[in-house]
């Protein structure tokens, strides 16, 4: 079968591999779509602390560059290993892919408290190994599938994943109904955070600071109350204004730039709480002062755990609007480099996501 396969910084290649059988307790899926993630940019610009070297495996998986990439992934079940649950699982089913995987030892506090996303050895499917999405085929434990409902597409399965880092943050933000938030960001997370929010809390209070166009345009079809271009206004000025010069409760970082630091700080209420949500090439600065003397709670998000189903279900219900509209991009596996990552990497605000098909 065709995958895309990374050898380091710079080199994905497009290489025939043997396709995989389901094992005992793995269920076999057919690709449909995977999602170009940032975490996959940031692998070809420079080595990522996660994945694998040509020398030293994975410590879970054991494998060595290369590996197959892609984690955002959708597709339908075309075999069963002889131990997957039957009566949930059927051959023709489409399904999504939680990637996330962890030691599972008895002797880590954290994969033993259902925190597997705190243990020291997580990792990622199409990241640290076992596969990835950038495939036509992929065998995975039946413990990370889970079963797409039948009114939801697979384009918008191949988001669930990032939607679930979305998720996740908006609940570990410790967000209540009638909060006022502000979104620093408007690219797939920062867009998908907006979407968490307002599928929790429909009328709550959105900003969202974003320099592209297009990501704007996004942001106020997924119900943004307020949506400000850092470039041409003042962004406390107009949050200042528009809440009396409290500011807002919570800010989500999904930048991951010194700017949207400083101005998440700048724009919290005393005792608000900035939730970290991209991942940082350069750390910030941080000012202390006003962090002292707002008494202000600055914390982070790593994927998830747990929340798939409970997502899954809302995105059933309804409770999101429009994500289709957030894929701005088709491309064929053949083309992910050229059409896909480098698209990404130079155009970028130009573009959402970006999905694979796999299919030969």
Not at 282 to 309: F, Q, R, W
Request: hydrophobic content about 40%; some cysteine.
């Amino acid at each position: 079968m065709k995958a895309a396969r990374y050898y380091g910084p710079g080199k994905i290649v497009v290489e025939d591999i043997p396709e995989p059988t389901a094992e005992r307790s793995q269920i076999k899926i057919k690709v449909a779509w995977n999602g170009i993630c940032g975490t996959d940019l940031h692998c070809f610009l420079m080595r990522f602390p996660k994945s694998p070297t040509p020398s030293n495996p994975n410590e879970i998986s054991g494998e060595t560059l290369p590996v197959t990439i892609g984690h955002e992934f959708s597709g339908t079940i075309v075999a069963l290993g002889e131990d997957v649950d039957v009566e949930r699982y059927r051959v023709g089913d489409a399904v999504v892919v939680e990637p996330v995987f962890s030691c599972l030892k008895s002797s880590c506090e954290y994969c033993t408290a259902g925190t597997h996303n705190l243990c020291p050895l997580v990792n990622c499917i199409g990241i640290g190994g076992f596969g990835g999405g950038l495939a036509e085929y992929i065998a995975v434990n039946q413990s990370q599938v889970h079963l797409l409902p039948a009114n939801v597409s697979l384009e918008v399965g191949a988001m669930i994943e990032p939607l679930a880092v979305a998720w996740y943050a908006v609940k570990r933000s410790k967000y209540v109904s009638g909060c006022r938030t502000l979104v620093v960001g408007a690219g797939p997370i920062g867009l998908l955070t907006l979407a968490a929010i307002k599928a929790i809390d429909p009328s709550g209070t959105v900003f969202v600071s974003e320099p592209a166009a297009l990501r704007r345009t996004l942001a106020t079809k997924q119900r943004a109350t307020m949506v400000i271009n850092p470039l041409e206004d003042d962004v406390w000025a107009r949050i200042s204004e528009s809440t009396s010069g409290k500011g807002v409760d919570i800010v989500f970082d999904a930048a991951g730039v010194q700017a949207s630091m400083d101005v998440g700080l700048k724009c919290l209420r005393p005792r608000g709480s900035l939730i970290v949500v991209a991942s940082w090439e350069t750390p910030p600065k941080v000012d202390m002062n006003t962090v002292l003397i707002k008494e202000l709670v600055i914390t982070a998000t790593n994927t998830y755990s747990g929340i798939h189903p409970e997502l899954l279900d809302a995105v059933a219900a309804g409770k999101f609007h429009h994500l289709d509209e957030l894929i701005t991009k088709k491309i064929l596996l053949k083309d992910v480099v050229e059409e896909g990552i480098k698209t990404l990497l130079s155009e970028k605000g130009s573009q959402v996501k970006v999905l694979v098909s796999p299919a030969s």
